[in-house]
Every structure is written in C-alpha cells, then in structure tokens.
C-alpha cells in the first residue's frame, strides 16, 4: 500500500495502480473517457487532468493527466485545483464543438457517459456557432447501429474491439479532427462480441439496434439480476421489460464469470421471449375449444396422473427447481435425461471428474490469468464464446507480464505495453478437430480427429508423469506433444479446457489426466469443461437413467403417461428414437415456452415462463449455482414456471391439497434433501422475505416514468403494482435505493452516474471484485489431498475409412443455440445447412464447394451443398449442429455418401 494526499487529505492505496484508479476506487468523482478498466491508459481524451505537487510545500504543481500517472508514497495531487478543474471544462467543450444537440432523440439519452461527464464538468453552455463537422453512417448488422456525429474521438471502441476482442474489421481512419470509426466499408461486423461496443463507447455512437427496434429510455425499463440462458458459462447479465415485452440485456458485472463483456449470442438472443411462436395457454388437443383455463386443465390431468404409469423427461435448459419438481412428480427411478445416450455418458464422466475434487474447476478469470492454456478437442469459440474471449485474455496477459519483467512499466500503460510486446503472445495451444479463430494466437496448432486429439492429451500427460502409459505418435506431432508439455511444466497457473463438443469421452479423460499431472509442478492448474446448455451440468449432477432406458420403459409398460420439461427431443436425440418414444406413449403432456416440434406431439401443452418472467437456478459448466430473477409478470396468468405447474400437478396426483406456497429456496432445499450432491445450492442467492432496513428492493430506478399514463387507455387511476412472493424484489421503484448485496443488483446506478460506467461505484477497485461480492455457489469441491485415479484406457488411432465418414456436429455461435435462434438479428447471421469435407476428399471425391452431396443420417436423407475446410482432417465429415429445420443426428458415427450431383 502506498500513502497518497488528494487535496490534502491521507489515503491509503494500492502500489501498481495509476492516479484516476486510485481516485474512483476512493469514490472520487474524476470525469474520463478513453480509460476503461478492461483496457487500461492511453491517454487520448485528456479530460481526467489533476494537479500533481512535488511535496506539500509545492504551490504550483503541474498538470498530468490521471490516467496516465503511477502511484507513487507520498504523492500530493488536488482535483479540486482551479486550473485542473478549468483544463477538464475546456477539454469537454472542445470534444462537445461538433458534438450533436440529440439528447432527446439519441438512444444513449439518460444513461450517457458523456452527459454524466459534461455535467460533471460544470460544462453546460455551448460558445461553438459554426458549421459542424458530419459523416455517414455505416450499416454494421443487425445488432449494431451506427452514428458517427456523436463521437468525441475516445479510441474505445477500436481499442476494445481490435486489441481486446481481437476483430479485424472496425478501424480508425483519417486523422487530426476527422477520425473516423468504423469498417472500411458497409457490412456486418464479424466479431461476434461486437455488441459489446454498446456499452463500451461512452457516447451514443454504437448502440443496440434491437433496443432501437422498440425504443424505451433505460430509465424506463423494469429490470432484475439474471443469468444468460444460451450456453454453458452462465454469464451474468441484467434483463430490461417495457410494456410487458422484454427490449434489451445489458452487461452484469461478476468478477468471476463475465467481468464487463457479454457476447452477442448472450446480448441478442433475448427475442424468443417475445416470440410470436410463444406458448400462452394451456391446450388439451382433440377438444372442440383446446385452449382451457388452469381448473379445466388440472380436472383433465386428474386421471391421466393417478391412473398411468409416469415417465418425466428432464431438460438441460430447464432450471434445477424445475428438474427437481418434475422429479419429484414421477419418482426419482421414472426420471430420465432428455439427451442422447452418448451425450449423456459423456456428461456423467464430467461430473465424476468434476467430483473427485483432485482439479479445480476453472472459472473465467481463472483463464484470463492463466500462463498457459490447453485447448483440447472443444471449439470454445463457438461453444462457449466468452470463455474463448478470456482465453485470449489470458494469451496477451501472460505476453505483457514476459514483456514487463525487469523493466520500471506500469501493466496498465496500454499502449506502451502493446508497443512493447509487438507480436509475443503467451502460451496457447489450440488442439481441435478444425480451425478456429484462436488459432491466430496460438502458439501450437493441431487438428485431429478426436481420438486422435485424446491420444495427443495422453501423450501429453505421460510427458507430465512418466508413470503413466506411454502413446505412439508420429514425429511432427511427438514434437509438438513435447512443447506442449514444456510449456504446461513450467507455467504457474495452467488451465487445461476441453468438453463435449466432439461428442468423445475419450477427450475429458485425456483432459483430467493432464490436469492432475500438471498437479505435480502447478498447485494452481485449473481443469474446465464446456457443456452444451445453460443447465446441461445441472442435469447431468441428477445422474439420471439414459433416454434409451425410457424409451424401453415406454414400450414395455402400460397406459404410460410421458411429461416432457422444456425439452424439444428432436434436438436432442435422433428422430428415430424421438418418434418411437412417442408412439409407444398413451399421452404426452409437454411444459414448454415454444411451439416445437417436441409440443406438436403433446395432447396436453402447458405454456411455461421464460428467464424474463419466472426464478430459477442454473449451475454452469464450472459447477457454480446461479439465481435468475423474474423481470417481469407476464399479461396471461397461465404462464408460470415449470415448476410451479408441476407442484400443481403432483397435488392432483396426490389429491392432497398443499398449503404451503413453495419458493425458490424451498425447492432446492428439496433438491438437496432428494440429491445430496447439490449441498448447500439453496444458499446459492438470498431468501425471499430479504430485505435492507425492512425494505424490498426496487426493479425500478427512481426516475421511472409513465406508471399511469401507460395505462391510461385502460383507466385513469393507478392499478395497485404486483406483488412478488418468491424474491426480494418489488416491481416498484418503491424500496432501498443504497448498494444492494452483489446477487441483486438489478441495474448500476450512483448520483451522477447514469450510464453503465456507474459500476465503478459498486467495486471494491475498479476492474475488481463487487463489494462484498458472492459470485454464486460451487458445488464441486476441491480437496487437495485428492489422490488422482488417472485414466489409462487410451483409444486407437483414427483410421480413415474408404467411403465411409465419421460425422461430427460444427457449432455456430448464431444457429446452434435453439432459443436465440427464434431472433431476427441471429436468424439473419446463422449460416444455411452445409456439410463440410476436408480438401483432400472433396477432391478423391470429385466435388467442389457448392456440389450437393446426399446422405442418411438418423434414418433422414440430407441433400446439402460441400463446403471445403483446410483445417480439417480426412475422413472426417462436418455438419451444422442445431440449425433451425434440423433434426439432431446421430454424431459420432459412420455415414456413406447416398449420390453426388455436381
């Protein structure tokens, strides 16, 4: 620590960091633009200027500009100072000259970083009368809209999206006074975290055009701490409503999982909510009238429930209240998982691994402070797209500690920092089945097949620990192996990452080898996982009986009664099996949020709530159980949470009429007495009856307008707000207005910040951990005294068939997600059906890219055009995952190549 005077005051900071950290971390309100605390100091805006003194006798002091000035013991500086505070005023009226008087028009009005500092300057008349400096817009995609008049020149944006997020096609261009920002021509911008530009440009240039498509003023927005529902990683993010529809997610900041970014599956595959596919009330199909209200339904249930034999069918999307209440219903020997049998046997080993305790789970700060990451046999950058963005984090971190050692520069100094390490970049080897974008920064490249890639992982291990078998490997990839296992020897805190995406086990067994090797030399190794679904690790905790076993309980047993949770089958085992399942039931009741093809075949579908409009848990691919919170209540009182429908159900069933109204807490409290391996999940966020001084918490910031008039066509007088029994929420703005614990933070909001850069004031530091931070519950333990049962089952080598390939799923950021599929912006972006071949047999073949190749998968013929891939291995055939109009195949198998038209 180092002491500090700011204006004449003691403080006690943090040695390493620069002065306007130190001052925001002591809530010192000092305006700034081009800083970010993902980004560091360039120095570029100079609007964060303080008077810094030699010593306490110095009257005159210089001006420096904060950001770009390390903490040194004994430092005098004032921010008061007049000449610092009149060089602030001047430097926000000389950014404001060509600035646009659209606050009242500009999609950033209210929540604008650069109002925030120009009042925060005491700028507020403008002397500029002459003709202002304009420019065209650009198109930049669906998500990203684009008003270059309202730039004051910060270089946030290409410093995020080039240096950071690793883009290629948003630049500056020009110079002095006539920067301009943006690509060099018209088009979508490919990086798919782009959409993090919206909150990273502090001005309204980059904002979120799906926002703009149903404008609402942020101020205006009903919001709650949620959980992103469209992969494994469980970013956390804040859900906004307006009008009863949900109109953006915005960036929650945990410092453990997401930090400051989202990518843009998680920002903009929110639409399924308002989908016109949605699923509002209850049918019993075969009726006169099908849609029935809830005493109608439950009256036809009686029978179906007491008098059948009940199969439940669990859900990876579905939420652990939801999985346990269906559980709960049908008897812990009739629930089954509601994925493919290889899914799950893949995703059963990953929990015994997880289980053992001998490897730490990874979370993504753990990986962005890895100094050598192993990538083996899991496309992150498609499966996991943020945990790819931290990967790359980790790579430049570990390049700029290298650079800095021995030299007297602060980590913080960006641009010095990136002079200074030019091209080094930190350890990453990228082992996949082919190539990704992250091979641009990798330092040891291999595309396998995956068994291939699991002979690679334990040859790597048996370099780690001679103990272990011994793998016969060609020369060049015997080399490679040996780097490899160099590199994860001598680093201090590796993470090994692998998954289920090629559909082997071989892989996490490869992968837990290497990590417990890697114990030997590195206490801190760190082991992830990725899994395909926002609660696929939920589900797989259950150890739930395969889908096959259900399948042959359905036919042998009588009168059976399937109950299908939020699951569309059809994407998650093939066709075949989906439709002898269901032909071997006498009723199918279906709980779900969407029409699918899975609610086609239900006689009974009940609507179930969204993310936006019910509570839930979900514990992500490091195992940590995370709570998301009702924003809104939906206008048809018919749709509800799973789980509650399904309480409802098992009180018909029972014909015992429950008076106690169960809450989230209390369902995972029978969660963990039914399954004790889900310990202490009900601590995983605070009780509902929480409260601060005797009071709730408001979804609504205090400037919330229009609660009568919105309603006004209905009545003139005020309807009484809706209570909400199952959080510590109101939906209100009526409540405690102060620092709310970290797991219920509905918005970031401080006097005088407005915009999403008020997250400073909820950090213990800028850039660290929130104030008294509780980052979720991890119910894998680690114990370091685990002793390792290493795996020693090494698969054969791939062998190419002649005119058989083995196929194998290729994931899309946008189109492989089922329910961010049903926006328009990712519908736009997901790609057509392909199938990909390497070029080596395109050529024996005879084709070309755009050739049709027909072949049967899963008992279906597919006619799709070839698509050539450098990177892939021979033998190998690759085909979208997920894709709308797609059934699930049978990957992981052998197919034959039907006809060729050219």
Known sequence: MSTIYIDNKKYEVKAGKNLLEACLGLGIDLPYFCWHPALGSVGACRQCAVKVFKDENDNRGRLVMSCMESIKDGLHLSVTDKTASAFRSQVIEWLMTNHPHDCPVCDEGGSCHLQDMTVMTGHDYRRFHYKKRTYTNQYLGPFVHHEMNRCIQCYRCVRYYHDYAGGNDLNVFAAHNHVYFGREKDGVLESPFSGNLVEVCPTGVFTDKTLREHYTRKWDLTTAPSVCHHCSVGCNTIAGERYGSLRCITNRYNSQVNGY????????????VNSENRITQPLIRNRPVEAVDEFVLMDHLREILTNHTLIGIGSPRASVESNTALMQLVGSQNFYQGISDNLGFIQKRVVQVMQSGVVKPASLHDIQQADAILILGEDCWNTAPVMALAVRQGVLKTAAEHAL????????????VRELVQQERGFLANCTLAGSPLDEISAAILHKAPDDLARIGFAIANRLNTSLPAVQLDNDTSSKVAVIASALQQAKHPVIISGTGCYNEALIRAAFDIAAACKTTAAEVRLAYVVPECNSMGLAMMNASSFENAVLRASRAQQVTAIVLENDLYRNVPSNIADVFFNSCRHVIVLDSLN????QKADVLIPAATFAEGDGTLVNNEGRAQRFYQVYMPAQRTIQESWKWLLKMQATQTGITNETIYHPEEMLASCEQLLPQFSGIS???PRRDFRVHGQALPREPHRYSGRTAMLANLSVSEPKPKQDDDSPFTFTMEGYSGMQPSLLIPFFWSPGWNSIQAVNKYQVEPGGELKNEQPGKLLFNYRPDAVPAYFKDIPEAFGVRREKWLLLPQYHVFGSDE???????????????YIALSVEDASQLGVVDGSLLSIKAAETLYELPVRTMATLPNGVMLMPAGLQGMTMMSWNSWVQIVSIKL
């Open 596 to 599: 699918n093809a899975t609610t």
């Open 819 to 833: 329910l961010s599929a049903y926006g328009h912006g990712v519908q736009e972006l997901s790609p057509d059906a």
């Open 405 to 416: 050692e021995n030299r007297q520069l602060p980590a913080w100094h960006d641009a010095a």
């Open 261 to 272: 970014f989202l990518c843009d599956r998680g920002r903009f595959g929110y639409e399924f």
């Open 683 to 685: 601590g995983s966020a």
